[in-house]
């Protein structure tokens, strides 16, 4: 019930193409679904969050969708480019705990 | 630089040697978390505090594992009898008071390699 589901493991995408990372959750009492983008040699650093009463938020090229009912979450970026290129993991803020759990992660690779 | 700030970036040690980590925190973070991320994957809870109180450890944390945030400033993590096992990044973060206090924010993390 603690897990966090991320898919894919790894894409490619071309330059200027869309980028999709989906997740899921079942812990009903998660209440924050952050994305984190991680660069080598670098901690995970916040890029956009979205809290469950939304269903949508965006942020430049970055876009959060969110589906209460089914559970999941997704993180799209439009128009991608090779500086995206990095490993993304969401994760689920538990409010009760004070804990973050946070997905497998997606080594996205965009091509020039 | 105001971010969070982990010593040392890496370590190398041999198999049964203790180590120590240090982590500064963003300057008023009340809650400091230390997470593991081995690679391929996300980073795992170990621990965190509230101020100076350690308010939860994982079952990840062995016996061998121990932290202090003396003075709710900054924080370190000692591994005894260091094990291969053990050999992953280990990332520390802060966040705010206040009530949206689930932000975190991480440090570069310090790279153990037990040999």
């Known amino acids: ?112 | 630089d105001t971010g969070v700030s982990q010593d040392p970036r890496h370590k190398i040690t041999k198999r049964g040697q203790n180590v120590t980590f240090r982590c500064d925190p963003i300057s008023e973070h009340n809650r400091l978390y230390w997470y593991r991320q081995t690679l391929g994957q996300g980073p795992e809870f170990l621990t965190y505090f509230q101020n100076e109180a350690q308010l939860e450890k994982s079952r990840l944390l062995s016996d061998r594992f121990s932290a202090e945030r003396p003075k709710g400033s900054f924080s370190t993590l000692e591994i005894q009898r260091t094990e291969q096992g053990d050999s992953a990044m280990y990332l520390c973060a802060s966040s705010p008071k206040g009530a949206f206090n689930e932000k975190l924010f991480f440090g570069s993390g310090t790279q153990l390699s037990v040999l």
């Open chain 1, 1 to 112: 019930q603690q897990q966090v589901k991320q898919s894919p493991q790894s894409l490619i995408v071309q330059k200027g193409g869309i980028s999709i990372i989906n997740c899921a959750y079942e812990n009903t009492a998660f209440d924050y679904f952050p994305w984190y983008q991680q660069f080598p040699g670098k901690g995970p650093a916040l890029l956009i969050a979205i809290r469950p009463d939304v269903s949508e938020k965006k942020e430049g090229r970055f876009t959060i969708s969110f589906n209460k009912s089914a559970k999941q979450f997704s993180l799209h970026i439009m128009d991608s480019q090779p500086g995206d290129s990095a490993t993304y993991f969401c994760a689920a803020w538990d409010s009760g705990t004070y804990k973050y759990i946070f997905g497998t992660g997606t080594r996205l690779k965009v091509l020039a």
